[in-house]
């Protein structure tokens, strides 16, 4: 069995690296993650093994990102990548 990224424990789920929501917003579900070694995968595969209970403390984060509590700052000079400003509050 994998273990959870979060803790190493036994993994009873699978979590998409990015977020399947986040993914239709930037069109990404049906682009390739590409790797440096230039392995590549739909990001729509590209899964994490977690154990439920340790991925659901993360979900504040992402409800924040969700809730469009973040913005798109500059791209990385030389690459697509983009850097995000988050700012994670508490309700």
């Known amino acids: 069995m994998d273990e959870c990224m ?6 009873d789920s699978a979590e998409h690296v990015i977020p399947k ?3 239709r ?8 993650l590409v790797i440096p070694t230039g392995t590549s ?3 729509r595969q590209v899964k994490i093994p977690v154990k439920e209970e340790h ?5 504040a984060i992402e409800a924040s990102i ?7 700052q500059e791209r990385i000079p030389g690459t ?3 850097i995000l400003d988050v700012e994670v509050r508490k309700e």
């Open 80 to 82: 697509p990548y983009l």
């Open 41 to 43: 995968s739909p990001y």
């Open 6 to 11: 979060f803790s190493g424990e036994a993994a």
């Open 55 to 59: 991925n659901a403390a993360f979900a």
């Open 21 to 23: 929501w986040l993914q």
């Open 66 to 72: 969700a809730r469009d509590d973040f913005s798109m």
């Open 25 to 32: 917003r930037f069109n990404l579900w049906d682009q390739d």
